[in-house]
C-alpha cells in the first residue's frame, strides 16, 4: 500500500505534535484552539517545507 502521506503533502500538524522534520507554516491564527502548522516535510536546513519556503523567501515585487 501506499504510505499515508505523500512526501511532500502536508499533515496538518498541532505544535506538541511537531517532529524535527515537519514544516511550521501556520496554517491559521495561534488563538485558534485548533492552532496547527502545515507538518509537510521540511526542506534542508529551513523550517518549511519547499512550498512554504517559496513565499517565505520570495523576494519583494521590484526588488533586485
Do not use: I, S
Not at 29 to 37: I, S
Amino acid at each position: 500500500p501506499p504510505p499515508a502521506h505523500p512526501p511532500d503533502a502536508r499533515a496538518p500538524t498541532a505544535m506538541m505534535d511537531l517532529k524535527a522534520n515537519h514544516c511550521r507554516w501556520p496554517l491559521n491564527d495561534a488563538v485558534d484552539e485548533d492552532f496547527l502548522f502545515c507538518g509537510g516535510n521540511r526542506a534542508p536546513d529551513k523550517p518549511y517545507c519547499a512550498e512554504h519556503c517559496a513565499v517565505a523567501y520570495a523576494k519583494p515585487k521590484g526588488a533586485k
